[in-house]
């Protein structure tokens, strides 16, 4: 039973790094998308920052950073698979 | 020089190689010829070459271990390169439960009655395909360890290696993942912070430009004309 909470606690461990060096990446890379889509056609009446600034809040609110959480579910279902397939005849 | 510097590269890459060599599922085609279960001394160095079922069997100094005799037909490196064989093997069978390597295999007793059922003689033989991780060394008594058992019908049976295909898929898709999140962080948070700190070094250096020349035209005005 040790070895498997340790499995779980260090499994928690490496998903939640992927987890959020994943975020800081995707969000990174949309916030230079909107850097250059306004360095290409400035928005009239709109700061650059104001224009990247209410980019990034309609990311926050989107589907992608959600999607994120398949970095938890995906590796889980893999396990859960291994474990099934393993020990069935 | 150059030979030292190439070995230093090479031994990582080879130290990860070989690793993957006895973790990952490989599989031989054979023909079971007897199980057996034999008390084995876990007390020395070797103890490497076994499985911990349990945390409880960390610390035992001796175990009934389950083994399986085969004459093998047919062997795959890593599942990829098939090579024709006719020597013997015998597999341990053990429990890695939820420890290294993860193969989560719980289901020893079972897998040994498998391989019971599927015992045959050369003249009429049953053949099977055992999937199994780790290396067999007589001078070690290393055995590898038998993951699964399945009857095929015939010795030259095709299989690939679907585990192996998706890992090195993965390894080579994260592998490219992690260049590019290093390759981004590097654009957008080093650069920058290098170059503000460039600037800064510029300036500094400017002033002390400005204020050398400022000091040097001070002593220049001492000299005599002709040597300033």
Same mark, same amino acid.
């Given at each position: 039973m040790i070895t498997f909470f340790k499995l779980v606690f260090f499994g928690l461990v490496g998903l939640s790094i992927i987890y959020l060096s994943l975020s800081v990446y995707s969000a990174s890379l949309r916030r230079e998308r909107l850097e250059k889509d306004y360095d290409a056609d400035p928005v009239p009446g709109q700061s650059r920052d104001d224009y990247v600034e209410t980019g990034m809040a309609a990311y926050r609110t989107s589907l992608r950073p959600k999607l994120l959480v398949l970095v938890y579910v995906v590796p889980v279902a893999i396990w859960g698979g291994i474990v099934y397939v393993i020990n069935t005849n | 020089m150059r030979i030292l510097a190439f070995l230093l590269r090479l031994m990582p890459i080879l130290a990860v190689g070989v690793v993957l060599h006895y973790v990952l599922p490989q599989h031989d085609i054979v023909r079971i010829v007897n199980t057996y279960q034999e008390r084995q001394d %876990?007390?020395?160095?070797?103890?490497?070459?076994?499985?911990?079922?349990?945390?409880?069997?960390?610390? %035992?100094?001796n175990r009934d271990v389950q083994f399986i005799q085969a004459v093998r037909k047919e062997t795959f490196l890593l599942g990829f390169i098939p090579r024709d064989t006719t020597e013997v093997m015998v597999y341990r069978n053990e429990d890695t439960g939820?420890?290294?390597?993860?193969?989560?295999?719980?289901d020893t007793a079972s897998l040994q009655t498998e391989a019971d059922d599927l015992r045959s003689t050369p003249e009429s033989p049953k053949w099977a395909v055992v999937t199994h991780y780790g290396w067999r060394n007589g001078y070690l008594s290393a055995f590898p360890n038998a993951i699964a058992i399945r009857p095929v019908s015939s010795p030259d049976e095709t299989i690939i290696p679907w585990f192996n295909i998706a890992f090195f898929v993965i390894v080579i898709f994260l592998i490219g993942m992690v260049r590019a999140m290093w390759f981004q962080f590097r654009e957008r948070m080093i650069d920058p912070a290098m170059d503000a700190a460039g600037d800064r070094l510029d300036i500094a250096q400017a002033n002390m430009d400005a204020r050398r020349s400022k000091m040097r035209r001070w002593f220049d005005s001492w000299k005599p004309k002709d040597r300033r």
């Open positions: - | %876990l007390n020395d160095w070797t103890r490497i070459f076994w499985s911990d079922p349990s945390p409880q069997s960390a610390t %035992l100094v939820w420890g290294w390597p993860f193969y989560f295999k719980f």
